[in-house]
């Protein structure tokens, strides 16, 4: 491919500084073009790096055992309607009525579909487990498209689904899928992935995990113990709490007048933030009701893990009303009249002598003691955030790391949530029908590319990994009007593409400080140079687009060379 | 693959027979699985042949210089706003609001797409001609899906759109489209391919071609020349007229009290029906104004004509009021007293003796000389259909065919519609801003995979091209249970697929009838049958689907010699 004759334009600068490395360089290297909020086109480089990365993933889906079929973008609403999710999902969804006023749905993701095309087909024990999968373009309706194609509405998905007749079936493939993700991502050169146990969400199913890409502009936080391997979503994320001991005291009132924050408390009464109950306030989303959660001064409230513990939606509460009993800032459990959900986190569990909002304007109590001040012990559970430092749930050290991370993909046990509600059963060895169990598995092939350049990039443009880079081999021709220098770049060219090598050519009449910006966009792993100068001297310059090399080969033998150079780099990702 | 972990179901009949026998057998065979009106679900099998399908037509693009990239299924409506379209377009269109409440339309085609992406990044003539191209999935909301594959609502488009600075240049790039093309369909196995000129419709611009694949089925009807050549969608079809001399006559009112049309007309009169002149009304399809077209009674109006030639939508007349003064079953052009648009087919030039309407129920005349008997000579057009026989309009030979034809692909030569409705322009060498001239490309996936099962099936099943077989060879296992017959059968997988043969193979313990009847379904060309006699014998039964061979190998030599014959079938399409 020769850059003259490249679609896409390699910019100067991008307006938006505050988009993240990936968006600006790739934006600036002609990789995209904006169509609408969250959906791109897709110049050329772009393409056939995604095929790349598409190519990896059928291979490696295809050596677990996966059959690729196609499932469409476009679904009638009943399909979802018989899972129940045409309800539960929510505006993410994008809806319409067809020519005929038929209410009908884009795929956002295709368990429905999936159970639709092997019901009725796969009726005996004997045909399970299998996997089919597919990629395919998808639709979700994303309230905060951000981040170039990290968060985008429209996208290219890897989608499989597998079918068992028992949870320990599913367990084992469920495994493999895991194995083939890892050797997804690294021969697609994403280095540092970890794999996460996560909130399984809108999916249902109870085990799942995310693969996350370690970035400082994930969107996702972790947990992670350097220790012994633990690994979690925050979502999800447990740690040990050990409380102070504390000492039994008398259940005081004492006058807060203006004190309505913790530190706002802890700075009047001289106390520390472990030793004060804090009460956040949330409403379910159906019916607006407030469910208060009581958790030590010092940490925060996990809303997945309250949520998953309520099985309802909930969100922050937008307006508390005065005729609900809930005084904002002076909220304790002691003497609360209100009609709300109350939960206590297990950090309060066994404290004595905790500061609490007396549910009163202008009070709180000290020497708090829930089991002592309460007529019922609390049901204490599990909703704060995990923190740095915090106790690691396995190993038990105090050396918990929370860091962030983009999620590239995710694999799910789900269960027969879809298998029941669709009504796909089979006629299992002992003659009686059951539903399947099935797993599911996803990868974004948008912010794979996307993650892998916000990961292998430098201030000038992407480093792709050879095994999903653009191009190969870039041959620069310094000086096109030189007959000589024109003959040995072009006969460079048709050597290395003889041999099977990706060449991106650049013969333009510009600036060789030009030619180089571009190729530094262009992010082609290997470059050769011919110039009036290495023609003179019989060789021609090769460099790796990350630095680590630079040499020179002989005229005679670069071709061979330069093939050889990136057999060895193909190498690495295998 | 194993057959027996195949996801699919091979079916003893389908339900509605009077579907095509493309839609009959890939029912039957487990390719696909109707998810809604005219949107599927594709099995592995399909899948399989959609990919080397879409292989080929990559490296053909790829061969006349195209740059794949990708446009997005989901576009905010203001781009179709922006060529117009969005009003010209009509149901057929999905069109719905985002979240935020955005009018957004599902891409039926992508002429705007590929404007907007290279909108800006092509501003100097020197960046001419390039062509961008997609493989995509398209949603048209078609009124009336039918046919399995061949007119569904969802579909797999290869869409290609090329950009130049002259129309000469585009007429180039033209033909080594149309070549491609021919190669595209060759290589995928679609023998009977014909490109006829073809009406450009809503994609605008002027020159077109259709490649059609000749099918009783077909929804289109073709016009052909055996002797020179000449072939045209009917749509756009001419012939040459010759009418019988004819000499003048008075005209002259008579009664034909009940006779209405122009059989019964000519049946009282004792005429032949090419001396009448009928009359046909049509609609405006945005006024309701009244289109009436005068034409030899042995002829047929050609509704796409009249459309271009007045220049606008119109439909069949749904009611023709008595105020509008048209007389339906006694319309003629002599004392018409209608607010109507008249067209006279070039049909009744020189005619001096015609039977017309009297524009007076129970009345008609004879001896209807247009140029005599009206105030002007009227402008006479071709708006004629042409029929079996009609004289070639190349070669003048009477020997035109009407033929049906399946539209597997098609090539607009688009002029600059879009480029200046959406405002592209170049700097080109003189200095001036120009809009680049376009021409647009499609072929639909789905629909040639059913026309080429169309073109090549038996009773049984389709016979798959081995260009595009979901297999290569299939081995059947006809005693599972034997040790020894699985052991030569599975050797025989091993080493076929170590040749890189795609093998599929079926050791299910079914009745060989059971299994050669599924085989048939699959269609896969070789097929190798492994038995207990066969291996006593010392052979592997080999025949092709297509019947064409039935011959035994050594066990010895088997794996090489089909390797050998799947290569030489493959040639065949090279």
Request: hydrophobic share 35%; proline share 4%; net charge negative.
């Amino acid at each position: 491919m020769k850059v003259r004759k490249l679609l896409g334009e390699r910019l100067k600068d991008v307006s938006d500084e505050s988009q993240i490395q990936s968006q600006i360089l790739m934006t600036k290297g002609g990789y995209m073009k904006p169509v609408g909020s969250g959906i791109y086109s897709f110049f050329m480089p772009t393409q056939r790096i995604s095929r790349k990365i598409q190519a990896i993933i059928r291979e490696e889906m295809d050596a677990i055992d996966g059959q690729e079929v196609l499932f469409p973008v476009v679904m009638p609403a009943s399909l979802w309607q018989s899972s129940g999710r045409y309800m539960s999902i929510g505006s993410e969804m994008a809806r319409w009525n067809d020519r005929s006023g038929n209410p009908m749905v884009l795929g956002m993701t295709h368990e429905e579909a999936a159970v639709h095309l092997a019901n009725n087909v796969a009726k005996s024990h004997a045909q399970y487990p299998f996997m089919i999968y597919q990629i395919q373009t998808k639709f979700r309706d994303e309230p905060r498209a951000r981040g170039g194609l990290i968060r985008v509405r429209e996208f290219t998905m890897k989608d499989a689904y597998s079918f068992h007749t028992s949870q320990e079936d599913l367990e084992k493939y469920y495994d493999r899928a895991y194995v083939a993700y890892e050797r997804i991502f690294k021969r697609a050169g994403a280095k540092n992935v970890i794999a996460v146990k996560s909130d399984s969400g809108m999916m249902g199913g109870k085990i799942s995990h995310e693969f996350m890409l370690l970035s400082d502009i994930g969107e996702d936080t972790l947990v992670i113990c350097p220790e012994c391997g633990y690994r979690a979503n925050m979502e999800v994320a447990e740690s040990i709490i050990k409380n102070q001991p504390s000492v039994s005291a008398p259940l005081t009132k004492v006058e807060t007048p203006t004190q309505k924050t913790i530190e706002e408390v802890c700075n009047l009464l001289g106390r520390e933030a472990n030793t004060t109950a804090k009460a956040v306030v949330y409403q379910e989303n159906e019916t607006d009701k407030y469910v208060i959660a009581f958790i030590r001064g010092d940490l925060e409230v996990n809303e997945t893990k309250l949520r998953n513990y309520l099985k309802k939606e909930i969100h922050p509460a937008t307006e508390i009303t005065p005729e609900s009993g809930i005084v904002p800032g002076f909220i304790g459990a002691y003497n609360l009249n209100a009609d709300a959900t109350v939960v206590f986190d297990r950090s309060l569990e066994g404290m004595k002598d905790l500061v609490v909002g007396a549910n009163e304007v202008g009070y709180h109590y000290t020497g708090f003691d829930p089991e002592r001040d309460l007529e019922n012990t609390p049901d204490y559970v599990d909703v704060a955030k995990v923190s740095e430092g915090g106790i690691c749930p396995v190993c038990g050290k105090p050396v918990l790391q929370v860091r962030r991370g983009i999620e590239i993909g995710n694999i799910f046990q789900l269960g027969d949530k879809y298998t029941k509600s669709m009504g796909m059963t089979y006629l299992d060895s002992d003659n009686t029908e059951k539903n399947p169990i099935m797993g599911c598995y996803g990868i974004g092939v948008g912010r794979l590319i996307a993650s892998v350049c916000e990961e292998s990039h430098d201030d000038y443009g992407p480093i792709w990994p050879m095994s999903i880079a653009p191009w190969q081999v870039e041959v620069c021709n310094l000086r096109v009007t030189d007959e000589k220098v024109k003959a040995v770049a072009e006969d460079l060219v048709s050597a290395l593409e003889a041999k099977g090598v990706e060449v991106l050519y650049d013969d333009r009449e510009v600036r060789p400080g030009f030619m180089f910006a571009d190729a530094d966009l262009f992010g082609v792993p290997v470059r050769a140079v011919v110039s009036q100068k290495t023609c003179e001297r019989g060789v021609v310059e090769v460099s790796t687009r990350d630095k680590t090399l630079k040499t020179e080969f002989s005229m005679d033998t670069a071709a061979d060379e330069i093939a050889q150079l990136v057999a060895k780099m193909l190498e690495s990702f295998k």
